[in-house]
T-cell receptor, first 114, second 112 residues
Framework: AQTVTQSQPEMSVQEAETVTLSCTYDTSESNYYLFWYKQPPSRQMILVIRQEAYKQQNATENRFSVNFQKAAKSFSLKISDSQLGDTAMYFC???????????FGKGTRLHILP | NAGVMQNPRHLVRRRGQEARLRCSPM?????VYWYRQLPEEGLKFMVYLQKENIIDESGMPKERFSAEFPKEGPSILRIQQVVRGDSAAYFCASSPYGNTIYFGEGSWLTVV
């Protein structure tokens, strides 16, 4: 069975600093997709970034980037120049490359401090 | 292109009543997922549907819960004889191919 593990329940950083959120996963598949979702206090689920497992290049979206280590089954999220609006729960998620459900980690609560 | 639309956003039911949550996927999306989020917890998968078919319902409680996605109209998550433990946020998500999903804003069910 596929699993997603986020080992940091909660983190706090000062505004403008860089922060990295960890995620590891377990699968025997070779083709899959990985995601980071953000859930702010409004509780809406917002897709932050997406990575295809067959691509070696790490995905980047503005201040958000990932460090995808396929052999290590690691998928960390780096937030550069953090902003107060980045305060949220962040969920790492996984889906195989076929019709299947998306599996979420338990989340990391990130606080950006002024 | 409108996003995933869920209604009602907030629903209050007394114990023993029925709750119906609706989800209209994004235009062109034929895959619908339902997830439940209890307070201070992550999202738990409930059911995955395509038009007129339930693909995976391994996360659905065996009793009182059902879901459908008819050929026409929204997907509906139905909870019969609600209990206090059903109080949660219920998120619907949709995708065109099943490998990137987009969430609605959630429906908050409170059982009193």
């Amino acid at each position: 069975a596929q699993t997603v593990t986020q080992s940091q329940p909660e983190m706090s950083v000062q505004e403008a600093e860089t922060v990295t959120l960890s995620c590891t996963y377990d699968t025997s598949e070779s083709n899959y997709y990985l995601f980071w979702y953000k859930q702010p206090p409004s509780r809406q689920m917002i897709l932050v970034i997406r990575q295809e497992a067959y691509k070696q290049q790490n995905a980047t979206e503005n201040r958000f980037s990932v460090n995808f280590q396929k052999a290590a089954k690691s998928f960390s999220l780096k937030i550069s120049d953090s902003q107060l609006g980045d305060t949220a729960m962040y969920f790492c998620a996984f889906i195989m490359n076929r019709d299947d459900k998306i599996i979420f980690g338990k989340g990391t609560r990130l606080h950006i401090l002024p | 292109n409108a996003g995933v639309m869920q209604n009602p956003r907030h629903l209050v039911r007394r114990r023993g009543q029925e709750a119906r949550l609706r989800c209209s996927p994004m235009k062109g999306h034929s895959h619908v997922y339902w997830y439940r989020q209890l307070p201070e917890e992550g999202l738990k998968f409930m059911v995955y549907l395509q038009k007129e078919n339930i693909i995976d319902e391994s996360g659905m409680p065996k009793e009182r819960f059902s879901a459908e996605f008819p050929k026409e109209g929204p997907s509906i998550l139905r909870i019969q004889q609600v209990v206090r433990g059903d109080s949660a946020a219920y998120f619907c998500a949709s995708s065109p191919y099943g490998n990137t999903i987009y969430f609605g804003e959630g429906s908050w069910l409170t059982v009193v």
